[in-house]
């Protein structure tokens, strides 16, 4: 099992800037890659991105390319979003996931945080 908690999010207004945190504990050396998701009030769940545990090879969602960016340290089993240049439509509950590689190839997320809300005002 893998735990993750988010941290970071908050109220901040158009254009300014938040850093999210997402601290994984437990089983971590059977992550494969962690993400960022978000949903907003009546929204379907979107990827804002995502990051490679090993290679750190990333990749974002069309929403954050160019204001957010993701990282982590191995050492802490940490995860970070830095988000830049916040608009209002960035308001929404964001969370992070932890996954592995499935039988078909694909990304399956297993594991996820409580979300933790961010806010932009106008």
């Known amino acids: 099992q893998v735990q993750l908690v988010e941290s970071g999010g908050g109220l901040v207004q158009a254009g300014g800037s938040l850093r999210l945190s997402c601290a994984a504990s437990g089983r971590t050396i059977s992550i494969y890659v962690m993400g960022w998701f978000r949903q907003a009030i009546g929204k379907e769940r979107e990827f804002v991105a995502s990051?490679?545990?090993?290679?750190?090879?990333?990749s974002y969602g069309d929403s954050a390319k160019g204001r957010f960016t993701i990282s982590r340290d191995n050492a802490k089993n940490t995860m970070y979003l830095q988000m830049n240049s916040l608009k209002p439509e960035d308001t929404a509950v964001y969370y992070c996931?932890?996954?592995?590689?499935?039988?078909?190839?694909?990304?399956?997320?297993?594991?996820w945080g409580q979300g933790t809300q961010v806010t932009v005002s106008s």
């Open positions: 996931a932890a996954g592995r590689l499935g039988a078909d190839g694909g990304l399956q997320y297993d594991y």
């Open positions: 990051i490679f545990w090993t290679s750190g090879s990333t």
